[in-house]
């Protein structure tokens, strides 16, 4: 058992400080689903860099133990050491995933889901997540069929010389729909856009009205599909818990953004695009590409548990000095853009996913880590570095708006995905 680690108790103050950076921008943004306009803004003010400054000034004042905010009516801690990050999610019975303000959002459109379920229900669902999505495997065994909706979606976005969100953010659902609903899921917008009303609801937690005729529909489209069981779908797999594959049409989102921010990232590093154009099998450098992409710009800032105190009469475990239900937040991108320790943090570095450097380190959880890793990260490897071989077999990227990612400076904080466009040119073009 893990050592208990010291608790500080942040003044007013600093309190406020950190509940306005970084805390509020991640609100702001969306923890659920992204607004644009918060997107916009928190780019122009570069605001992780503000809350990972900000995280490092409070790790200065207080220590690396766990820091105690004093909010009211919801008792808050914050991780600020490596060693507690691997405290926190290497133990799921302690640190339950299923936080009460995640709970309030997920259950929205995904009740049964095994991010939000009971101590007793969440290891038969997390088995059925992993045997659906080949957790163990790179590859997954319905590889051929995801291929295809990959590559034949991907061609079509290169049908053009630009490309922007709204057309990348198109062809991405089109193939996400493909994979986990079916073939015939290609054009049903309707499905998706429901899923998106209910995530936009879903970033209010408990404060916005429930649409229990809305979530009803989406799960009845949802069990239609399922009950169609097209060969080649994740659908056909999911008989016996189709509560859990909302999560795998949501988890797909951030997949999509990681991968657009990824073509930004070769657009302005040609010696990394060089290396992304020779990559082969099973795509390690692309791999490590998405990989880092999130590690720059992590698509879940806000890591949340809660704490669970043993019952009476059970048999000890470690004190961690916290209290029952109280909420414990890894802020992700404080870690994985921590100048101070890692020498690599500002700079686009795909090598650390390639040599060690990245699994030797608890600061680095792009996928979050321990028992509620995400099931799926080795599916959005596959389907994202897929989708950037597609892209970038016949075509080059050229990066038409200004977002400060040149390759020989910092990189930013917070970057706007919504506003990059690029010019696409064919190779045969380029001579």
Not at 110 to 132: H, W, Y
Not at 301 to 329: M, N, Q, W
Request: proline share 8%.
């Amino acid at each position: 058992m893990t050592a208990p680690t010291k608790i500080a108790e942040a003044s007013a103050l600093d309190t406020a400080r950190a509940l306005v950076s970084p805390l509020a921008a991640t609100i702001a943004i969306g923890v659920i689903q992204r607004r644009p306009w918060a997107v916009a803004l928190a780019a122009r003010l570069d605001a992780d860099r503000r809350g990972i400054r900000q995280l490092q000034r409070l790790r200065t004042r207080y220590g690396t133990g766990l820091l105690r905010l004093k909010v009211p009516f919801r008792r808050m801690t914050l991780v600020l050491s490596p060693d507690d990050v691997r405290t926190v999610l290497s133990d799921v019975v302690a640190f339950t995933p299923a936080n009460a303000e995640k709970a309030a959002a997920l259950s929205r459109f995904e009740p049964g889901g095994v991010l939000i379920s009971p101590p007793d229900e969440r290891p038969p669902r997390r088995a059925f997540n992993e045997d659906v999505l080949d957790t163990p495997r790179p590859v997954h065994h319905h590889a051929d069929a995801m291929r295809s909706a990959i590559v034949s979606e991907g061609r079509d976005l290169v049908a053009t010389g630009s490309l922007d969100w709204d057309r990348f953010a198109t062809g991405w659902w089109r193939m996400v729909r493909r994979i986990v609903l079916g073939d015939s899921a290609r054009d049903d917008f309707e499905t998706t856009d429901l899923l998106a009303r209910l995530r936009r609801d879903g970033n209010w937690g408990p404060f916005h009205p429930a649409r229990p005729a809305g979530t009803a529909e989406f799960r009845r489209r949802i069990r239609a599909y399922v009950d169609r069981a097209e060969p080649g779908s994740l659908a056909a797999l999911a008989a016996a818990d189709p509560d859990q594959l909302p999560q795998w049409l949501f988890a797909f989102d951030a997949a999509g953004i990681a991968t657009y921010r990824v073509l930004a990232l070769l657009a302005t590093h040609p010696a990394q695009a060089r290396r992304a154009r020779a990559d082969s099998g099973e795509l390690p450098f692309l791999r490590a590409c998405v990989h880092e992409s999130v590690r720059l710009w992590p698509t879940t800032p806000a890591i949340l548990r809660d704490y669970v105190a043993p019952p009476v009469g059970a048999e000890p475990r470690v004190d961690h000095g916290l209290s029952d239900g109280e909420l414990v937040l890894i802020y992700a991108p404080f870690f994985h853009r921590d100048g101070q320790r890692l020498p690599y943090a500002h700079r686009f570095t795909p090598d650390i996913w390639l040599d060690g450097r990245a699994r030797e380190s608890w600061s680095l959880v792009p996928f979050s880590a321990g028992p509620a890793e995400c099931p799926g990260r080795n599916l959005v490897l596959f389907t994202a570095s897929t989708m950037l071989a597609t892209l970038g077999a016949s075509h080059r990227f050229e990066l038409r708006t200004r977002l400060g990612l040149d390759s020989r400076g910092r990189l930013p904080g917070s970057v706007n995905h919504v506003a990059m466009r690029f010019r696409v040119v064919a190779h045969s073009d380029q001579g």
